[in-house]
């Protein structure tokens, strides 16, 4: 009965550690966010496509995915779509802060399975500049197609207006945050349970030492 009614004393005296409770939640969402924001960034895929169409009007393999076409007719569309004369201009073009090698390590290029479209793939921490690079290099490649290959035979898909994460962190922010202040709060209960109880404890061994003094003066008066 004793203990009951100490476990009880302690938890009912827990709302004056209110604020010892209220304040490791609030610091475990606290780190939490800020190592997602500036440790953990999430990055970000846009994705633009080109379409490169017949190199001559008389071409019988036309509708042939590129590969079967010729197997290093992608490979030169991918290593021309990331080559300095384009990344140069999309520089120049964007007014980006990054060189060609920094530019040229966020584009990807792969071929759309059976078919003759090239998916032009950026990875950013800012999901608006991916999405504008993409389209950028798909428009730039177009307009340096002529000079660089002597045809003309590629379009521009419909640009990307939108952007997926390309990291899971994107998408479990708010999750994170309320998993962390949770997580928070039990801590910080069972923080301020155990010295709650260690006062109680204390307290109340004080008091029966109190106690038994008093008795023992009261004997040998």
Excluded: C
């Amino acid at each position: 009965m004793g203990q009951k009614m100490l476990i009880f004393s302690i938890m009912k005296n827990l709302r004056k550690r209110l604020k010892l409770i209220l304040g490791i939640t609030f610091l475990s969402v606290g780190m939490v966010w800020f190592l997602f924001q500036f440790v953990l960034m999430p990055e970000y895929k846009a994705t633009s496509q080109i379409l490169v169409e017949q190199l001559t009007s008389i071409t019988p393999q036309a509708d042939m995915p590129l590969a079967e076409q010729d197997p290093q007719v992608a490979d030169t569309y991918s290593i021309a779509l990331r080559s300095p004369e384009v990344l140069g201009k999309v520089i120049k073009k964007m007014d980006l802060k990054m060189n060609i090698n920094e530019l040229h390590e966020k584009i990807t290029v792969s071929e759309a399975i059976d078919s003759q479209i090239l998916n032009i793939t950026v990875t950013s921490f800012d999901k608006k500049e991916a999405v504008q690079i993409a389209n950028a290099v798909a428009l730039t490649f177009k307009e340096e197609v002529p000079n660089m290959m002597q045809t003309k035979n590629v379009s521009v898909i419909p640009t990307v207006t939108d952007e997926v994460p390309a990291s899971p962190f994107a998408n479990s922010l708010v999750f994170s945050l309320g998993l962390a202040g949770a997580f928070g709060f039990i801590i910080g209960t069972l923080i301020a349970f155990i010295l709650e109880m260690m006062d109680t404890l204390f307290k109340s061994g004080r008091r029966e030492n109190k106690d038994a003094a008093t008795k023992l003066q009261t004997v040998f008066k």
